[in-house]
């Protein structure tokens, strides 16, 4: 069974930083392309950053790009997503995810016949 369990979330301070986990099991990590979209209440999901597992080649959204930086540890199968300066706009359930046969780029960011997801982690931003 695969899982993609995520991890990290919590109450932060506008200007602060969090850093999420993705931790994948049950699928051969190199094979997949990772990701983080998030979703605000009564709103979609956005994709925000996406790293590829097997070149380790990365796109941000430009709503993101030069606060958030995502990385993976292959040994491990976790995709990390680090949030810095983050802002009230920030706040929204983060959710990784997972495709294989997709590279990362801009498309990654907007397309949504993902293989798995996770459930979910919480990040909220206090002004």
């Known amino acids: 069974e695969v899982q993609l369990v995520e991890s990290g979330g919590g109450l932060v301070q506008a200007g602060g930083s969090l850093r999420l986990s993705c931790a994948a099991s049950g699928l051969t990590f190199d094979d997949y392309t990772i990701g983080w979209f998030r979703q605000t209440q009564g709103k979609g999901r956005d994709g925000i950053s996406c790293i590829s597992s097997s070149d380790g080649s990365t796109y941000y959204a430009d709503s993101v790009k030069g606060r958030f930086t995502i990385s993976s540890d292959n040994a491990k199968n976790t995709v990390y997503l680090q949030m810095n300066d983050l802002k009230p706009g920030d706040t929204a359930v983060y959710y990784c995810?997972?495709?294989?046969?997709?590279?990362?780029?801009?498309?990654?960011?907007?397309?949504?016949?993902?293989?798995?997801w996770g459930k979910g982690t919480l990040v909220t931003v206090s002004s």
């Open positions: 995810t997972a495709i294989a046969n997709l590279g990362c780029g801009n498309y990654f960011l907007y397309y949504y016949g993902m293989d798995y």
